[in-house]
């Protein structure tokens, strides 16, 4: 599992850390990691051009010591100070006396052109509000420019506790991270900037609360029901779905099609689509007598193409069992219904629908993902699945939020979500909890998005074709 902690938090550890070592010998694990990365990338030091965007900070610091690491390997480096008069200054020393040159920001252009390498230390982790003119301009040299843009710790510009990025901030193929993952090298529209990120192990200390988690194979697997040799198909869990309408009986369809891929022993649908269901999925249990006649379930799923059915929905949500609640029941459902439930809900909305519920605009929710998913869970008590190019989880009790980026761009289709819901729906019934549902919901989706499409357009159909496949995956 990925973990990305706070700023404060691994400000701490850094303290804690430097306080046992000597001088200075933390920026040096920094620095020596940061040059080893930097020599990955160039493939060939000897010769090569490196020019070091160099702030105030400690950042910057790390920039000339690994800038001074690369000089001595025969590297022609020059560091572009913006600040020349709070360089950090055995940084400067280093760099000097290894053979690298100084120059100003006026002077920058030229390196900066012919570059094969430029190394982001303008601005630290705890940067806030984008950057300022003449970091902007050096930092539209280095998009300009041939070089590989790498960044020291994380790209200057954008906020590391949340994943926002509100001005300009530099764009990077590679950021090497020290320590831990900060959030937003995991979370958009940061990560938009973050590239490849490479993990630098400098001997931290933090604790077991993080702000992030990100979920790998081995956790997904930990997570996904097995059948033992006893289970039948009621024991497995059974989900039902509520979904679909007259105008859209395609959701239905593919709702269930998420559904019957998710480890539940069975599903149920109810609807008015159930001909459209029995047609693709004979093995569907299919009512048209309304959710609470329709049998024992261990989970809902409600929303997905329901038009105005409102009814069903607050059926449904009157339901004893976890409830996902998509699409049209999001639009649907009453606050204090989904507030006063005691069993789990998880509420899967794309920023859209987010925004609508927060009653604020999309593009708040856009840049501000992190915020928006927590903000979200505790208004409604319920587990938040914030849809997107990163996925993200929020409980409404706090604690760490989940983010998942195995997706694809080729997933924004219609009908991708409605496999989603089906899916985590299917968790839920088979005894996961909302987060863990959600969580590997998205997991497994997102690789299922990835095999059918391979690097070309792919129906949602496709998506929940390939969701055994991804199980697989996750196993091997």
Not at 149 to 161: H, I, T, W, Y
Not at 386 to 407: F, H, I, P, W, Y
């Amino acid at each position: 599992m990925r973990t990305a902690y706070s700023v404060e938090t691994v400000r701490a550890a850094e303290r804690a850390l430097m306080a046992r070592l000597p001088e200075g010998a933390l920026m040096q694990r920094a620095a020596a990691g940061l040059a080893a990365a930097c020599a990955d990338l160039l493939g060939r030091v000897y010769g090569s051009r490196v020019v070091l965007l160099v702030g105030s900070g400690d950042n910057g610091g790390d920039a000339l010591h690994a800038g001074a690491r690369l000089a001595r390997r025969g590297a022609g480096v020059t560091a572009v100070l913006l600040a020349p008069g709070r360089a950090h200054a055995g940084g400067l020393d280093a760099l000097r006396r290894a053979g690298g040159r100084v120059t100003g920001a006026d002077d920058a252009e030229g390196p900066i052109a012919r570059a094969d390498l430029v190394m982001d230390g303008i601005v630290g982790i705890g940067g806030k509000g984008g950057l300022r003119p003449d970091a902007e301009r050096l930092a539209g040299l280095a998009d300009r420019s041939r070089a590989a843009v790498v960044a020291v710790d994380l790209p200057s510009g954008v906020e590391a506790d949340t994943g926002e990025v509100r001005g300009a901030a530099v764009r990077a193929d590679l950021t090497v991270t020290f320590g831990t993952y900060k959030p937003g090298l995991l979370v958009d529209p940061a990560r938009e900037y973050a590239g490849i990120v490479r993990l630098v192990d400098i001997g931290l200390e933090l604790p077991g609360e993080a702000e992030l988690e990100a979920l790998q194979h081995a956790d997904v697997a930990r997570l996904l029901p097995s059948p033992a040799a006893e289970s039948d198909k009621y024991r497995r869990g059974v989900v039902g779905i509520a979904a679909g309408s007259a105008r859209y009986p395609g959701a239905a369809v593919l709702a269930v099609s998420g559904a019957l891929r998710g480890g539940a022993g069975a599903v149920r649908y109810v609807g008015p689509a159930g001909d459209a269901v029995i047609a693709r999925f004979p093995e569907t249990l299919v009512s048209d007598a309304g959710p609470a006649r329709a049998g024992r379930v261990q989970a809902w799923v409600v929303g997905p193409g329901a038009g105005d059915d409102a009814a069903t929905v607050a059926e449904v949500l009157a339901a004893d069992v976890p409830v996902l609640l998509d699409a049209d029941g999001l639009r649907l459902a009453e606050r204090d219904a989904v507030r006063g439930r005691t069993a789990p809900t998880l509420m899967t909305p794309h920023a859209g629908e987010a925004a609508a519920l927060l009653g604020v605009r999309r593009e708040e929710v856009e840049g501000a993902r992190l915020a928006a998913a927590r903000e979200l869970a505790a208004a409604y008590r319920a587990t938040v699945l914030l849809k997107g190019s990163t996925t993200l989880v929020a409980d409404d009790g706090g604690g760490a939020v989940r983010v998942n980026a195995t997706g694809t761009p080729w997933l924004a289709t219609a009908g991708s979500g409605d496999v989603l819901s089906g899916l985590a729906g299917s968790l839920l019934a088979a005894g996961l909890a909302a987060r863990d549902a959600g969580s590997a919901a998205a997991h497994l989706h997102g690789l299922a998005g990835r095999f059918a499409a391979d690097g070309a357009p792919a129906g949602a159909h496709d998506v929940a074709a390939l969701i055994p496949e991804a199980w697989r995956d996750v196993y091997h």
